[in-house]
């Protein structure tokens, strides 16, 4: 190959190259110019602080800052507010606002409280239970006290008891006394003998009374009748009239219901929100409403695996016993108050897609905006982002709205949206 043909080879390549490059070059321009053009008009929006920033896919997502949507994740794209998208929003007149009693109100910050409400019942406080036992074998000879329900005082008689084991110990008592009492002093040590039958009798439940009786007659009577050491209502009776009980065996149960407890079911979930050192309170639907306040006296420590739910108990009060196991409760454990956004929980539309209210832009003009919500208490609901204090907002009327909006664009508003 000649020198001149090299040369010119030489030269084709680097002029191919150079044009190469000159169109690289070009065609970076071309993509940097616009951005730059869009990046400072942003800036100049961002500047006089007359944008919002929306989804190009999702235009009913507003927010005051850069960011990325939270629907599809594409990012956000500044927009003037004077020339916000009217696709979202629906003009009424002022005869079509009074028919749909279409009311606003300008928010503001307020408190709001994160109330826990558990769904209970009332029960007997089993520490005030207490179960009267046979002290000793024999018959039931009669019943004092026969229907569940019943009011038993300390002292009341309970049942008169036949027993051959407890007559025996009677006599031995007599015996023991009468040889005392003719031997006077002697080598053997009748009043030892006394002590001992006379402790006997009273751990089988004789009083004092009963058996300084014994020592002034001389005489056993064949039924032996047993008093309550306590008082309360009867709960249960697990004997009648005629029947035989062994030794320990139950007669009846009395509750004493001064304090009843208040039992609930909790998630796990909502364990944090359970202090129990605070004091709570109990509202009572069967009594008008009626408030009392209560102390968590227990949370049991054991979680079902199964179905993730724990046990609260509350201690009662039950003056003048207007209360009775069995009644539905609810347990409401207040929390610290929280300073944010509150709306009529009716203002806030929530489904599947998400939460939207529906803000007043201008004069009989509504746009729908998307909002994140958060705690519920006594009709208000939380908004934790999405609206900034001063803004419009429908609280009365806004499913009518929705409706409207959906009568006149064939499509709900919040179409596409997946929350």
């Given at each position: 190959m000649?020198?001149?043909?090299?040369?010119?080879?030489?030269?084709?390549?680097?002029?191919?190259e150079?044009?190469?490059?000159?169109?690289?070059?070009?065609?970076?321009?071309?993509?940097?110019?616009?951005?730059?053009?869009?990046?400072?008009?942003?800036?100049?929006?961002?500047?006089?602080?007359?944008?919002?920033?929306?989804?190009?896919?999702?235009?009913?997502?507003?927010?005051?800052?850069?960011?990325?949507?939270?629907?599809?994740?594409?990012?956000?794209?500044?927009?003037?507010?004077s020339?916000?998208?009217?696709?979202?929003?629906?003009?009424?007149?002022?005869?079509?606002?009074?028919?749909?009693?279409?009311?606003?109100d300008?928010?503001?910050?307020?408190?709001?409280?994160?109330?826990?409400?558990?769904?209970?019942?009332l029960?007997?406080?089993?520490?005030?239970?207490?179960?009267?036992?046979?002290?000793?074998?024999?018959?039931?000879?009669?019943?004092?006290?026969?229907?569940?329900?019943?009011?038993?005082?300390?002292?009341?008689?309970?049942?008169?008891?036949?027993?051959?084991?407890?007559?025996?110990?009677?006599?031995?008592?007599?015996?023991?006394?009468?040889q005392?009492?003719?031997?006077?002093?002697?080598?053997?040590?009748?009043?030892?003998?006394?002590?001992?039958?006379?402790?006997?009798?009273?751990?089988?439940?004789?009083t004092?009374?009963?058996?300084?009786?014994?020592?002034?007659?001389?005489?056993?009577?064949?039924?032996?009748?047993?008093?309550?050491?306590?008082?309360?209502?009867?709960?249960?009776?697990?004997v009648?009239?005629?029947?035989?009980?062994?030794?320990?065996?139950?007669v009846?149960?009395?509750?004493?219901?001064?304090?009843?407890?208040?039992?609930?079911?909790?998630?796990?979930?909502?364990m944090?929100?359970?202090?129990?050192?605070?004091?709570?309170?109990?509202?009572?639907?069967d009594?008008?409403?009626?408030?009392?306040s209560?102390?968590?006296d227990?949370?049991?420590?054991?979680?079902?695996?199964d179905?993730?739910?724990?046990?609260v108990?509350?201690?009662?009060?039950?003056?003048?016993?207007?209360?009775?196991?069995?009644?539905?409760?609810?347990?409401?454990?207040?929390?610290?108050?929280?300073?944010?956004?509150?709306?009529?929980?009716?203002?806030?539309?929530?489904?599947?897609?998400g939460?939207?209210?529906w803000?007043?832009?201008?004069?009989?003009?509504?746009?729908?905006?998307?909002?994140?919500?958060?705690?519920i208490?006594?009709?208000?609901?939380?908004?934790?982002?999405g609206?900034?204090?001063?803004?419009?907002?429908?609280?009365?009327?806004?499913?009518?709205?929705?409706?409207?909006?959906?009568?006149?664009?064939?499509?709900?508003p919040?179409?596409?949206?997946?929350?």
């Amino acid at each position: 190959m000649s020198y001149k043909k090299i040369n010119e080879t030489k030269i084709c390549k680097l002029a191919f190259e150079l044009v190469s490059n000159f169109l690289s070059i070009a065609f970076c321009l071309l993509l940097i110019i616009p951005s730059c053009k869009q990046q400072k008009k942003e800036t100049l929006l961002i500047k006089n602080n007359d944008v919002y920033y929306t989804c190009s896919m999702h235009p009913q997502i507003h927010e005051d800052h850069p960011d990325n949507c939270p629907v599809c994740g594409m990012k956000l794209i500044a927009v003037p507010k004077s020339s916000a998208s009217e696709t979202m929003g629906i003009h009424l007149n002022e005869e079509q606002i009074k028919l749909a009693n279409i009311k606003v109100d300008t928010i503001e910050r307020g408190s709001i409280a994160n109330d826990l409400v558990l769904s209970g019942t009332l029960n007997f406080n089993q520490n005030k239970l207490s179960s009267v036992s046979a002290r000793v074998e024999g018959r039931i000879q009669k019943l004092y006290f026969k229907s569940i329900g019943d009011y038993v005082h300390k002292g009341d008689k309970l049942y008169d008891l036949y027993s051959e084991q407890l007559n025996n110990a009677k006599q031995e008592y007599i015996n023991a006394v009468e040889q005392q009492n003719s031997m006077g002093n002697s080598l053997i040590n009748y009043a030892a003998f006394v002590e001992s039958a006379r402790n006997k009798l009273m751990l089988w439940g004789l009083t004092n009374d009963e058996i300084n009786q014994l020592t002034k007659n001389k005489m056993a009577p064949s039924l032996t009748t047993f008093y309550s050491m306590e008082e309360g209502y009867i709960t249960s009776l697990k004997v009648n009239e005629g029947d035989y009980v062994n030794e320990g065996g139950a007669v009846l149960q009395l509750a004493d219901l001064s304090t009843l407890w208040a039992e609930a079911q909790v998630y796990t979930t909502q364990m944090s929100f359970i202090n129990k050192t605070e004091n709570v309170s109990v509202q009572l639907p069967d009594l008008n409403n009626k408030i009392i306040s209560g102390t968590i006296d227990f949370v049991n420590p054991e979680i079902n695996p199964d179905t993730r739910i724990n046990l609260v108990r509350v201690v009662i009060s039950n003056k003048n016993n207007l209360l009775h196991p069995g009644m539905p409760a609810y347990i409401i454990i207040k929390n610290q108050q929280r300073n944010s956004i509150t709306l009529p929980a009716d203002a806030v539309l929530r489904d599947s897609k998400g939460a939207t209210v529906w803000l007043q832009t201008k004069p009989e003009v509504y746009e729908v905006r998307m909002v994140q919500t958060g705690i519920i208490n006594n009709g208000e609901i939380e908004i934790t982002s999405g609206l900034a204090p001063d803004d419009i907002v429908v609280t009365s009327g806004a499913y009518l709205l929705n409706s409207e909006y959906i009568f006149e664009h064939g499509a709900d508003p919040m179409a596409g949206m997946k929350m």
